[in-house]
């Protein structure tokens, strides 16, 4: 990847990126904010640089097997989420991920966990 390319990666991604010891507040994230980009061709053509740009620290990580990387995704219902997490995961190994799913504690996870704190 290109230097230019990738400070234009880097550039868009701090608004988003928690680093350590930095304090991060989703209510700070407009769910309307498109960060700049105005037209679709802008966006495919980030979000291909970001998924090369995604490809290469993946090696990077995975070789050195000492740092992760998390990705958060959070939406509500028919929000893209299933469709963003394709696009952005579709350059990388998965051999080298771990997805994990969290949803809503069903019925029964609810009456197992109320059971218990009446027990206690």
Partial sequence: ?????????????????????????LSRVKPGDTHGIDSKARAEALLREGVELLAEMQDKLYAQDRWSLLLVFQAMGAAGRDGTIKHVMSGINPQGSEVSSFNAPSTQELDAVSAALQAE
């Fill in 1 to 25: 990847m290109k230097p230019k390319q990738r400070q234009r990666i880097r550039d868009f991604i701090t608004h988003y990126r928690v680093a350590a010891g930095r304090r991060f507040a």
